[in-house]
């Protein structure tokens, strides 16, 4: 018992040996060491490389790896502390979580996984939110360069006349300049930003506007839409669409503008904030066209689009169809999309490790595999195998009264090709991605739509616009995609890029055929869309450049494009400005030179040419139709006067550079079906007894 008394700080040998240890560390140095020691010995083989690499280590560059191992400490922190009720408490219990996780990485891992298999709105909003906390946004505060000297300001945005809705938008301002400077200003940057649709505001995707308001010098207005499920689909669409149509029109004076113009706009969007986008751009183009057929003037579309590693598509599958592959296969792209094929091939090669692999070369030509009868397979190429041949008639008569299985047996006798290999989506390829699972989509898309909507996915082109008609995505702005290789949403990116390149191309190839082009004009994909895929990472990785810092390069080149894409939109400009001053000079001319219609019937090969003397009513969407005053779309008075052909994009003509202009004499027709009418007036006026100007003759 005296033992035990006298040796109550422990062994002598141990009392002997912390007083020696006291003398040379400090009691925060003790707390490092050990730490130190628990990690090293929970890692151990790990460090000396004893342990089998990480498999999703291989999957990312080091640099994103790293990041997003921090951010799933993060999350298995916050999520941890997340039940705790006294906000100073859980937020300090959540740093403390945070640390040991980072330590505990298979726990964390563990906790994540957990966690994500029985999400709820609130998990995703703890996640999602956790950057405005106290103490993670004075860290990340304090590894943000300066970039601006103002802050953001929060303003709100009243509803247009013609909105269902009263209640005004809430948005914040990033804009380094006194609100005074903003009169000077044309141009505005309209981002809408990502959260899954349930989750973030502007305030936790501070880096990238602060980014661009300080490269661009220009405003951006970033919108802080009211998200699911308390308000289900459509109700942020329409916010997004009402604040695009307040802004046209108040001529920006809604943010601090002028008035003076009607502003050019450049949209943004990053992950469900690019569906939104995507969509507001449509439900645009689509109000035009219906404007068009009412005789009301139309709302001009934005100058661009920037999509962030947007999801486009709410209707997730295992596998693409014949028609999304092949946009994908493109030879065109090929190059550019020949890692997101590699991919797709290594999600067979892992299945069958002892199987042949065909080479690139092979894939390239996709033989036909025959399907015989007996139910064995056998290659197109086989030589040694004779040739199918069609069924004889007798064989048909035995059949014949059985249709069903003679349309089995026919089919059977067809070549079909195996296309499965490449075909399975990157949502599947992806599945266990570290940022974005097929459980967080599908909760999102749950609460997206709500409890009472019964949306059709294969058709509603404003929740999934990967549908979108080719009659919209032809008339759609220039658009830029930025997305990670191993994002689990590029297909989106992959195959809204190549429905959008293909529709520019057969508008364009449409209107040289109907000679409104001249035939030396060449269709130019970069005038209207780029892509840019960055290998080795996944999605959202410009939420949190602080830990992954060549997130910045990223920013930084979402600005050049929005530079370049409003650099093109005046060089457009001055372009139209000078043919309508060159039009005006030669009005007298014309006058004198005045063709008939009843001559372009032996022309056809030349493009219709009309007086400029001809009074047109501009429904083109055009920045001319909102010179002055008020847009007239809100007032549905049609402006009177000479059309103003618009410079065209995609257009690179031999020898002429910057605003190639068609020849003067020429005015652009409002539509192809315009150009169809007059020319069938053309040949049928004489049989008519009409003369040129439309009167009868007696």
Partial sequence: ??????????????????????????????????????????????????????????????????????????????????????????????????FYYLIAAEQADEKVRKVRGLLTVDHLRVSWHKSTTPYLSFVTRAMRPKLTRYPPRAIRIPRPANSAYKDPINAWLHFDGP???????????????????????????????????????????????????EYPYPFALNECYDVYQTLIASQGRCIGLSG?????????????????????????????????????DRVPPPEGLILIYPGLDMNIGNWMSDEQMALIQDRRTRKRNKNVLRRKS?????????TPHPSDDEDKTFSPVMAPRDGSVMTADDKSLPPLKPPTDAELDLVAPNLANQSTTLASSKPRLLKTRLAMSSMISYFNDRILTPEMMRAMIILYVGPHARPDFSTDYLLSPLLAPESLLSKFPKTCFLTGERDPLVDDTVIFAGRLRQAKHNHFIQRRELGLLNHKDTFDEKDHVEVTLIPGISHGFLQFVSVFPEGWNHIFRCARWIDEIFEASEERAKTAEAMHEGMAGEKYHQRHHFRMPTESSGDEDRPLEMSAMSTSNSLDGGRDDYANGEPSYFTHKRRQG?????????????????GHQREKSLVSLASEEDLLGRRMKGLAGGLMGMSHDGAETP
């Fill in 1 to 98: 018992m005296e033992n035990t008394l006298r040796n109550k700080n422990g062994p002598p040998i141990l009392r002997n040996v912390s007083a020696g240890l006291s003398k040379r560390l400090s009691a925060w140095q003790t707390m490092v060491i050990t730490l130190l020691w628990l990690y090293i010995s929970r890692n151990f083989a790990k460090i000396v490389g004893l342990e089998s690499p990480e498999p999703l280590a291989n999957l990312y560059t080091r640099s994103y790896f790293r990041a997003t191992w921090i951010t799933t400490a993060l999350d298995a922190g916050f999520w941890t502390a997340m039940k705790i009720r006294t906000k100073w408490l859980r937020d300090l219990a959540s740093i403390i979580f945070t």
């Fill in 179 to 229: 609100l005074s400077a903003l009169k000077t200003h044309t141009k505005i940057v309209l981002d809408i930003p990502g959260g899954g649709f349930v989750a973030m505001n502007p305030r936790h995707h501070e880096d990238k506007l602060l980014g661009w308001a300080a490269r661009l010098e220009l405003p951006v207005l970033s919108l802080d839409y009211r998200k699911a499920p």
């Fill in 260 to 296: 003076a113009t009607i502003p050019r706009i450049v949209v943004t969007g990053d992950s469900a904030g690019g569906n939104i986008a995507t969509g507001m751009i449509l439900m645009i183009l689509e109000s035009n066209e219906h404007q068009r057929h009412t005789g009301h």
């Fill in 346 to 354: 290594e999600d067979y090669y892992k299945l069958t490790p002892d």
């Fill in 642 to 658: 000479p059309s103003r052909p618009r410079g065209g994009r995609g257009l690179r003509r031999k020898g002429i550079k910057n």
